[in-house]
């Protein structure tokens, strides 16, 4: 697939994903789960035409992403907690309260990273090094698509809410 094709199935998929995500702000909780379990299902077999997998090996690296899921949702959770805490009020934070935000951002880094090799190690199992680096890049777009979409269309879904956030990492990903 060239690049542009690329490109157009990538902003496709996005698309689908925030108009999901928009529907699912109006539905109950449990529409919305199921909602983002079809986003990720629809990219999970994007993911698997464009690294030629056949069913077996797709349903094998679908089961393996999902079993990180957890953790890097905890993880992201965790993240997003200190961020609050670094923002707080404007003001300077008090020294121990300052280095408590500091350790708990390095620790952070740690198994983040930690969890990074855990995953590459057991995609190793399963694909090819270039297709694990295809699989991360191909993420990688994916979620920062999603993240300029839902920027775009700001709190709550409303158009340009989002215009005055301050940038900062966001290691959720689809």
């Known amino acids: 697939m060239t690049?542009?094709?690329?490109g157009a199935v990538l902003a496709l998929t996005a698309s689908l994903a925030l108009a999901g995500s928009v529907?699912?702000?109006q539905r109950p909780p449990g529409d919305r789960a199921r909602m983002e379990e079809e986003v990720r299902q629809r990219f999970e077999q994007l993911m698997f035409r464009e690294l030629g997998l056949d069913e077996e090996s797709g349903r094998v690296v679908a089961e393996t992403l999902r079993s990180f899921r957890p953790a890097r949702a905890e993880l992201a959770q965790r993240?997003?907690?200190?961020?609050?805490?670094?923002?707080?009020?404007g003001?300077?934070?008090?020294?121990?309260e300052a280095r408590e935000v500091l350790a708990g951002l390095a620790g952070l880094a740690r198994e983040e990273a930690d969890l990074l090799v855990q995953e590459q190690s057991a995609l190793l199992e399963i694909l090819s090094p270039?297709?694990?680096?295809?699989?991360?890049?191909?993420?990688?777009?994916?979620?920062?698509?999603?993240?300029?979409?839902?920027?775009?269309?700001?709190?709550?879904?409303?158009?340009?809410?989002?215009?005055?956030?301050?940038?900062?990492?966001?290691?959720d990903r689809p």
């Open 91 to 96: 003001a300077l934070l008090a020294e121990d």
């Open 23 to 25: 529907q699912a702000q």
């Open 3 to 6: 690049t542009r094709g690329w």
């Open 79 to 89: 993240r997003r907690r200190l961020q609050r805490r670094m923002e707080g009020t």
């Open 130 to 171: 270039p297709q694990v680096v295809r699989l991360y890049g191909l993420r990688e777009a994916f979620g920062a698509r999603l993240r300029q979409l839902r920027d775009r269309r700001g709190p709550g879904g409303s158009p340009g809410g989002g215009m005055g956030r301050v940038p900062g990492p966001t290691p």
